[in-house]
């Protein structure tokens, strides 16, 4: 049977709840936090140790994490991982409810909350080509239906909800996200196991880390699907640093417009994400990635030319669609070509060149403004994305994707079976 044709897996629903309560969660927090902290003190370098405290775990770890997690059992990892996230915001809710909290305290509570992040995020992404079976169609499928819902969760519907249930008390919104963690364990527990790679020979966890960094390095396809993320997170933030000042002084908009227009961001992102196997399908993977990276270069483009609010907002719209494909094509790329046995490590180096390039991006669109003028991070950001869409093109070739394609194992298109022997070159892990 087809992988076009053939059914997800049971598996997959339940994985699926969980990302979903889970990215509900992390929505409700993405707004309380910050929220809760401005409680407790106006000054801003303190709210921004608690901001930069939940990245600091994938600047420091990230490698290492990932070296972890191709050792651990990867269902076991992501459901103990959560189950502990759980246990770790009873502490800011006793002291909410005391009335004890401190910025010290969200700090330190936002970095562990970020650290199992990184362990939970880096064995989903490995965990599920092993359910899946590493099947192209399938896993853009799969991966299409995750990000389309986390965007509806953490983008939508968390954010307001955070918002909501901190009006009825600081410790809420952290017992909110505590539940949410609570669910996801039990949801993940109940996953099905799936073979294990082959042993490598033992050897250091640091040697392990730097094996998966040099992997994605000396490989030209997977380094131009790293270098995608790398370069888009120095783009955005530039343009997100300026993007309030810019809806307000260019555009004349007010905080309601301003959030319209961060709607319009995530609508366009749901819709990336629902047509990417349809533009992978027709164009190939790798034109569809120059295609959406060449988006959303010209879409930030014309966001830096907007004339008014309704021309900035379709413009954030075709950049959300664009950034949506990409979040489902390049990981299901990945998670097809990349060896079971190294699938955690690869994935957290990616991720930590995104991060690593993020608090750059920030400055830039910050120094670009102060300056210059507020337009600048825009243009700027435009030419990044167009530069790196050139730079990154025959990098992702379809020629390069269909190499890496016939060199899968020709067991990857079918499904694993829980318990069953792992085979040389198949897939396995949990």
């Not at 489902?328 to 990616?350: D, F, H, K, N, W």
Request: aromatic letters at 6%; one cysteine or more.
């Amino acid at each position: 049977m087809t992988s076009e044709l053939r059914k997800l897996p049971a598996g997959f629903g339940r994985l699926w709840t969980a990302q979903t309560v889970s990215s509900l969660g992390d929505g409700v927090i993405h707004a309380a936090l910050p929220l809760i902290a401005l409680t407790l003190t106006r000054d801003p370098l303190a709210l921004a140790v608690v901001t930069a405290a939940g990245t600091l775990p994938w600047l420091l770890f990230g490698v290492l994490g990932g070296a972890l997690v191709d050792r651990w059992d990867r269902r076991r990892t992501m459901w103990v991982t959560d189950a502990l996230r759980a246990a770790l915001l009873a502490i800011p809710v006793t002291a909410a409810a005391l009335d004890v909290l401190s910025i010290a305290l969200l700090a330190a509570v936002a970095f562990l909350l970020g650290l199992g992040g990184l362990f939970f995020d880096t064995a989903a992404t490995a965990y599920l080509p092993d359910l899946l079976g590493r099947d192209p169609a399938l896993l853009e499928r799969a991966n299409s239906r995750l990000r389309g819902t986390q965007t509806a969760a953490s983008g939508f519907a968390g954010p307001p909800a955070g918002s909501a249930l901190l009006a009825l008390g600081r410790a809420v919104p952290l017992l909110a996200d505590a539940v949410s963690f609570a669910v996801s364990a039990l949801l993940v527990r109940s996953l099905p196991a799936v073979p294990r790679p082959v042993p490598q020979a033992r050897e250091s966890l640091l040697r392990q880390a730097r094996a998966g960094a040099s992997y994605v390095f000396r490989d030209r396809l997977l380094l131009g699907l790293a270098l995608r993320p790398a370069v888009g997170n120095v783009a955005f933030l530039a343009v997100e640093t300026v993007l309030a000042l810019f809806a307000h002084d260019r555009l004349g908009i007010g905080t309601l417009g301003f959030g319209l227009l961060l709607t319009a961001e995530a609508t366009g992102g749901l819709l990336g994400a629902a047509t990417a196997s349809f533009l992978g399908r027709r164009l190939g993977t790798g034109t569809a990635l120059t295609c959406t990276a060449a988006i959303e270069g010209l879409a930030v483009l014309g966001l830096a030319a907007a004339p008014n609010p309704y021309v900035a907002g379709l413009a954030l719209a075709v950049c959300g669609a664009g950034m949506g494909a990409t979040m489902v094509l390049a990981p299901s790329l990945r998670q097809t070509i990349v060896p079971p046995e190294l699938m955690g490590r690869v994935a957290s180096t990616s991720r930590m060149l995104a991060m690593c390039a993020a608090p750059f991006g920030a400055f830039l669109g910050g120094w670009l403004a102060t300056a210059y003028d507020v337009r600048t991070p825009l243009y700027t950001a435009a030419g990044l994305l167009l530069a790196m869409t050139a730079v990154t093109a025959t990098m992702t070739s379809n020629r390069r994707v269909e190499a890496a394609l016939r060199g899968v194992a020709p067991a990857a298109g079918e499904p694993p079976t829980a318990g069953e022997p792992a085979r040389e070159g198949a897939l396995g892990a949990s």
